[in-house]
């Protein structure tokens, strides 16, 4: 019996500085699809944030989407959030799963009515103990995951409340909300980046710091240089493409 092939559409909303050395470690597309199961067929596809995604994609071309995190704010009224807003609502209309990370899970809280603001406390950066509440508990998304376990964080805003229609799945101490679904069960937010790991972390990283050290509370070469690897965020890609993604 064939396989089926899943089409993933990935909104890559990374803005890196100017002048950077080309890197082929800073493949945003290649960041997620390394972690594709190889139990499954999963064709990555990957589009710019800044495209006019209504235009060039319709939500019934693909079986699934993932909205990267970005530098951006959620919180602006610029007309990317607001396409890309739009066009989460008209996913789930379609009936196509979607998986925000940080930013993305951002925007989706703000499309559904959260509000999202920069935390007052700064920066949440590096290694991050999180816990599923009861009804992450019950969501496939974290499958095989211990009630408590350790993610990479990387933002300075959050989602800092949730109205009628939106689920917390996932809780932390810095940033409270830390996991988000909606209803219909095809909205999917994490605050932090399952995506990533250290190495990773500190590529994104390195070149902001001087401008970031004398911004934050904490030792932020310290945060950097000693991040651990977070198996869990592998486990939730595995989970979103499992369960969620259209076979």
């Not at 909104?11 to 499954?40: E, I, M």
């Not at 109205?163 to 069960?185: M, N, R």
């Not at 190495?199 to 950097?224: A, M, S």
Request: with cysteine; hydrophobic share 40%.
């Amino acid at each position: 019996m064939a396989t089926t092939i899943r089409r993933v559409l990935l909104v890559d909303s990374v803005v890196w500085p100017p002048g950077l050395d080309p890197d082929p470690r800073r493949d945003v597309c290649g960041w997620f699809s390394r972690w594709t199961p190889h139990a499954l067929r999963v064709d990555w596809f990957r589009v710019g944030v800044e495209s006019n995604i209504n235009e060039l994609h319709s939500p019934d071309g693909w079986d699934g989407v993932i909205l990267s995190g970005s530098p951006r704010d959620a919180w602006t009224d610029d007309p990317v959030n607001l396409q890309l807003g739009e066009w989460i609502l008209r996913c789930r209309d379609a009936g196509v799963p979607v998986l925000g990370v940080c930013y993305g899970h951002q925007l989706m809280g703000r499309v559904l009515g959260a509000r999202v603001a920069p935390h007052p406390g700064g920066l949440e950066l590096g290694n991050t103990p999180v816990q599923l509440t009861p009804a992450g508990r019950a969501s496939k998304l974290f499958d095989g995951l211990p009630d408590q376990f350790d993610v990479l964080s990387s933002h300075s805003d959050v989602v800092s409340d949730l109205p009628s229609g939106l689920v917390h799945t996932v809780a932390g101490t810095f940033a409270a909300i830390q996991g988000i679904q909606d209803s219909t069960g095809l909205l999917h937010g994490v605050q932090f980046h399952p995506e990533t790991d250290p190495e990773t972390l500190r590529l994104i990283w390195n070149p902001r710091r001087e401008l970031w050290r004398p911004r934050v509370r904490f030792d932020l070469d310290d945060v950097l240089d000693h991040m651990k690897p977070t198996p869990s965020g592998r486990q939730i890609l595995h989970n979103f493409l499992h369960h969620f993604v259209r076979g």
